[in-house]
């Protein structure tokens, strides 16, 4: 399938944001024994070639939940109403067909107030959604939509996050997945004016004898497998596609709140409304409440240092989802620069390359 660009999407992991930066951390399993492997090195962050293997059994109950969880590890309180995907890399889930396999997150509220669980929507590739619970069709990968959380009480309450899987007969297994992931999609406002797409071999390096054979050697050629699979694999449609895919990306004719976090216009801010951020209000915070390409991109990537999931045409109203379609990516930048070419409209350039 061609990789043609269009209006790029950038799917955002939260898990992989505030792993880094301290505000959860991975606790202990439900209902579940591992590997001992390097537990949750690697579980919540885009890193699917560790891929991580468990055993488990509902001890014959009909119904058995599994999984893992993170938690706050100071107390401090997570906004999950505006996370819009989720998904999992490199999992084993496909062979439990029979097994009725269904996929969920759910949040720990505080003060025993219940257990809301994210509100899955639609499908994006490789599952079906049913009762806010995902069911993989095949193995590999599966990413759906979702829209905030089915919380009754206010949000910010919520304490932790509990990935867990769940089925309905009695049998034991053994569950294979790489990455869990969830968070906020942003897509641009309209298509790039100038986009470049190349596919570097960067792993391979041919040097010419004396005598003018060419010595050839292959360090990497594409994306390490995940697991079982290949990278990008659903079912048993192998990618056998090589080469790193990098893009150089320009957009024209962007508003000034497409791309930059709103800040206070006047020193009077008390009187700030509820789109600034204010002083007078701690739970108010611009860089993470912001729907603006700085807020919701960049500044929870920290500009190149966090891999996100990429899709050169993911958004608008003609989304291209087949596997083929997305990539790990980090921005290849040093910087964000912002060109103003009018009064009120900007420019940004962007370089993304595929990484793993």
Not at 6 to 20: A, C, E, G, K
Not at 57 to 64: D, M, N, Q
Not at 326 to 332: L, N, T, V, Y
């Amino acid at each position: 399938m061609a990789q043609e660009v269009r209006i790029p999407r950038f799917y955002v992991d939260w898990t992989s944001y505030l792993l880094n930066q301290g505000i959860i951390q991975s606790y202990d399993p439900v209902r579940i024994t591992h590997d001992g492997k390097g537990l949750y090195t690697h579980i919540g962050m885009l890193n699917p070639a560790h891929q991580r293997h468990w055993s488990a059994t509902t001890e014959g109950l009909g119904t058995a939940e599994c999984g893992i969880k993170f938690k706050t590890p100071n107390g401090s309180l997570l906004d999950m109403e505006k996370a819009n995907w989720s998904g999992v890399l490199g999992h084993n889930l496909g062979a439990f067909q029979a097994y009725n396999f269904e996929l969920g997150t759910a949040f720990q509220l505080s003060g025993g107030a219940g257990y809301p669980k994210l509100n899955l929507t639609n499908p994006i590739v490789n599952c079906e959604v049913s009762g806010n619970l995902m069911k993989p069709e095949h193995s590999g990968f599966s990413l759906c939509e979702a829209n905030g959380t089915t919380a009754t009480s206010t949000a910010s309450t919520i304490l932790g996050i509990y990935c867990l899987w769940r089925h309905v007969t009695n049998v034991n297994y053994i569950l294979k997945f790489s990455s869990y992931c969830f968070g906020e999609y942003y897509d641009m406002p309209h298509a790039s004016d100038l986009s470049t797409m190349s596919i570097e071999m960067d792993g391979v390096k041919n040097i010419t004898t004396k005598g003018g054979s060419t010595l050839s050697n292959a360090a990497y050629t594409k994306a390490p497998n995940w697991g079982d699979l290949g990278a990008w694999q659903v079912g048993n449609h192998p990618n056998i596609r090589v080469g790193r895919r990098a893009w150089q990306l320009s957009f024209s004719y962007l508003d000034a709140d497409d791309i930059m976090a709103k800040v206070a216009s006047n020193s009077n801010l008390g009187a700030i409304n509820g789109d600034y951020e204010d002083v007078d209000n701690i739970n108010d915070n611009t860089l993470l409440d912001g729907s603006d390409f700085f807020s919701v991109v960049w500044n929870r990537t920290m500009g190149g240092h966090l891999p996100f999931i990429f899709n050169p045409n993911g958004g608008g109203t003609s989304p291209n989802n087949n596997p083929d379609q997305f990539a790990i990516c980090r921005f290849d930048q040093s910087s964000l620069k912002i060109n103003q070419t009018a009064p009120t409209l900007y420019q940004i350039s962007v370089k993304i390359r595929e990484c793993w």
